[in-house]
């Protein structure tokens, strides 16, 4: 079993700063990408950003320039920074981490329960 844990969201106002982790634990032997995804109310869920394990990234137009995603292989851990943050950032924000366990020799996507962050303006 894999559980992947999201922590770091919160209320923050426009044009500050946030950063969530995101740490996959369990029976793992590699991570391929790990992606953060949002998802506000009444929208779909959309891609934020994505990293592979090689540390190349992703990012969606919304947010280029002002987030930046990293990774730390030997945690299982993946980072999102958040600047100049707008009120319409404000979303529900999942981590989805693509896994490949021990034993099996195809990737499995496993995803956090989500953190919530709010932008006021």
């Known amino acids: 079993q894999v559980q992947v844990v999201e922590s770091g969201g919160g209320l923050v106002q426009a044009g500050g700063s946030l950063r969530l982790s995101c740490t996959a634990s369990g029976t793992i032997f590699k991570i391929n990408d790990m992606d953060w995804y949002r998802q506000a109310p009444g929208k779909q869920r959309e891609l934020v950003a994505t990293i592979t394990s090689g540390s190349s990234t992703n990012y969606a137009d919304s947010v280029k320039g002002r987030f930046g995603i990293s990774r730390e292989n030997a945690k299982n851990t993946v980072y999102l920074q958040m600047n100049s943050l707008k009120p319409e950032d404000t979303a529900v924000y999942y981590c989805?981490?693509?896994?490949?366990?021990?034993?099996?020799?195809?990737?499995?996507?496993?995803w956090g329960q989500g953190t919530q962050v709010t932008v006021s303006s």
């Open positions: 989805n981490a693509h896994v490949v366990s021990y034993g099996r020799s195809y990737q499995y996507d496993y």
